[in-house]
């Protein structure tokens, strides 16, 4: 088991649920927690897919993921942010929703090849380096994508005006309301961005990772990127770390699979990322002043402007 090998497998393992997990760290930073992560990556998933089979173009099907999931988000905002129902509970039937919608969209593609291939960038000579190359420089374009994507988030929510904003959004939503913002419109434009996030990671899946459509093909990523916000103390750069973390987890599952090893069974190697999850959880369920320190005080709470 080659370790620069293991560790770029990590790396390509690990990028979907870094997508969801920053898309999810917008929306609960806002103060809107989207459980419909899951059913929001099927969706992204197979209508990446689907534009990439019509179109023959990779960049096209990714584009066209992101804009289905943000439209799907855009429906749960409405339901939790301007009906103010249960955000819990309406998260749930996303994703119940989600996988049934994107199954049925699915059918025609089932058993067909992906029409596109994702571009690798060149690095040139870096590519060819020992360890280094095989590692971190001979991937496809998304990977990288979602590493900038982690790097600007973290940019924007620490370094620039309207990352206060946000933090304030999910702290104190009132206090932004006093000063002249709309909340709504603001966790509205939130919500649909981190969906749209999901969305990529759904595509990654569909496009790259496994380059074939097939239905819950998420199989839980979802769920593991709602716990990886939690374990990195809504923080992107933790989310970049943790999200390879689990990459690691699941990526020694298949190798482990791979290399036949009869002292372990396959059924247990397959619940390894979810076994780690639960692991993580509770670990930051028993340091309390740690979870508390990052969880936006307003999460999960619909703000209605009459009752403040």
Known sequence: MN???????????????????????????????????????????????????????????????????????????FLVITLRMNQIV?????????????????????GTPVADVMAKPDFGALADLPFVGPAFFRHDALVYLAVILAIAVSFYIWRTRYGLILRSLGESPDVVDTLGMNVTLLRYVYVVVGTAFAGLGGAYLSLVYTPSWIENMTAGRGWIALALVIFASWRPMWLLAGAYLFGLVDALRFRMQIGGDAL????FLNMLPYVATIVVLVLMSSNRSRLKFGAPAALGTAYDRERR
């Open 90 to 110: 309406t998260g749930l039937a996303f994703t119940i929703l989600g996988g049934g919608l994107s199954a049925y969209l699915g059918k025609p593609f089932i």
């Open 264 to 267: 372990i069974s396959p059924y």
């Open 3 to 77: 370790p620069e090998l293991l560790l770029a497998a990590a790396i390509i393992a690990g990028t979907p649920i870094l997508f969801a997990a920053l898309g999810e760290l917008l929306s609960e930073r806002a103060g809107v927690i989207n459980l419909g992560l899951e059913g929001t990556m099927l969706v992204g998933a197979v209508a990446g897919f689907a534009a990439t089979a019509q179109t023959g173009s990779a960049w096209f099907g990714t584009a066209f993921a992101a804009f289905a999931a943000g439209l799907f988000g855009l429906l749960f905002a």
